[in-house]
């Protein structure tokens, strides 16, 4: 930081105190010194001592500004994170229940695979992260000894040869591994035996898992020897996807799903106290006050969704915080920018939903906010459409009836009906 940019930063009334203090301590100190001296009143002995002092004292007094320049750095650095997928776990908040629901799976004798359900943008790739995070899994798994791989299947993963050797270098990297194995199907099968002969588990976190399912070059044989490692290896998969692997009518993947756990786990919106947390310890970090009408306004703009709370949070720092506007001010500029940020998301997303699933939601958002029972739409179908939108967090329940959670998108949605 520049001499300008410190000048600029401490404000003139800190440092004409602090100059104050320092003159007034100096003269004061003197003063004492120059009475009790052999030379009293002597005024090189006075002068001497005031010089003596201001050496003594401006250290501190440097180092009391440069404690104040950092804290208001600190407080000038937005909390929030939008945009990548979160990497460090103490940056992560909420899903307790989902991280408790994937560890379980994991413990007793015998490994199950989870299939991790979520739209996009909500949150996937950040969970992924969270529960492979090494500090993470020794609080929950400490008295196992489990290895958990992350593979992004759009991450050059090309064919069954580039997944097997990912996979392979990755173990390899992770565990330390000097000696050499083909980096194919028997080559996997033989590190994972030697493994297995350690009594270490392996987890593979298959993101992005339509990639896999919709490309014909992974193949029925790809699957089925998927399927035949979990049977017969201690080794559990992950998927991750926005669509339920068992929506997809491929033959190919019917059997290979029969070793999952039937029932997903899916990413929907945060519960309150979760939503709370969210917004108020990132707060904390950087001294920015939130009041009870900024984050129940933050809550029904952004919805349950992190990604969406993050956001909204981010613009709400940035216009509260360093322009210091007042709430009816920061409401309206927020959501004006929110929404012309998020458009394209929306339209994206709207892209990829099936005609019940935008039915509703026409219907949800043509009498926003008020909820609706939908009692004269239901059909079967219809119900478990509901069920699979209130899972992903996009519509919330109140009152016996249901609502769009994000206020925003509700008004976005009327613009585009």
């Known amino acids: 930081m520049t001499t300008r940019k410190i000048v600029k930063l401490v404000p003139r009334k800190l440092i004409t105190n602090y100059l104050i203090e320092v003159i007034l301590g100096g003269i004061l100190s003197a003063a004492i010194y ?13 002068m001497f001592s005031l010089v003596v002092l201001m050496i003594i004292i401006t ?31 103490n940056d992560f908040f909420g899903r307790r229940n989902e991280v408790h629901t994937f560890y379980d799976r994991l413990e007793g004798s015998q490994l199950q695979s989870s299939m991790i359900l979520a739209v996009n943008r ?22 196992y000894d489990v290895l958990i791989i992350y593979v992004d299947l759009n991450s050059g993963i090309n064919n069954p040869q580039d997944f097997y050797s990912h996979v392979y270098n990755k173990i390899r990297e992770k ?35 339509e990639t896999l399912a919709s490309s014909d070059v992974f193949d029925s044989n790809f699957f089925i020897g998927l399927r ?18 068992h929506q997809n009518q491929s033959d190919k993947i019917k059997e290979f799903l029969d070793i999952f756990n039937p029932d997903p786990i899916y990413l929907g919106s945060l519960d309150l106290e979760e939503a709370d947390d969210l917004l108020k310890r990132p707060a904390e970090k950087v001294s920015f006050s939130l ?23 981010h613009l709400w720092y940035e216009y509260k915080e360093r322009y210091s506007k007042a709430l009816p001010q920061v409401q309206k500029l927020v959501e004006a920018e929110f929404t012309q940020q998020q458009d394209s998301y929306f339209s994206r997303y709207i892209g990829q939903l099936n005609p019940d699933e935008t039915f509703i939601l026409t219907l949800l958002a043509g009498e926003y906010p008020k909820p609706n029972t939908l009692d004269q739409h239901e059909s079967k179908q219809r119900i478990t459409t509901v069920k699979d939108l209130l ?13 769009i959670s994000s ?11």
């Open 34 to 46: 120059t009475l009790i001296s052999e030379k009293l009143g002597s005024t090189l002995t006075f």
């Open 59 to 89: 250290p501190f007094l440097i180092y009391r500004l440069y404690k104040y320049v950092k804290v208001e750095k600190i407080r000038h650095i937005n909390p929030y994170i939008v945009g990548p997928p979160i990497r460090n776990p």
């Open 122 to 143: 909500a949150g996937k790739t950040s969970f992924l992260n969270y529960v492979s995070n090494k500090e993470t899994l020794d609080r929950y798994m400490g008295d």
């Open 175 to 209: 565990r330390k591994i000097s000696y050499s194995i083909p980096s194919d199907m028997e080559g996997f099968k033989q590190i994972l035996t030697r493994l297995g002969e350690k009594n270490r588990k392996v987890v593979i976190l298959l993101d992005e898992f």
């Open 228 to 245: 035949s490692l979990v049977s017969y290896s201690d080794i559990a998969l992950c998927t991750a996807s926005f669509r339920n692997p």
């Open 291 to 313: 009041s009870t009408e900024d984050i129940l306004a933050i809550k029904t703009m952004a919805g349950g969704l992190p990604s969406c709370l993050q956001h909204v949070a």
């Open 391 to 403: 899972n992903y967090g996009i519509i919330a329940e109140k009152n016996e009836g249901y609502y």
């Open 407 to 417: 206020s925003v998108f509700a008004n976005w949605l009327k613009q585009a009906i």
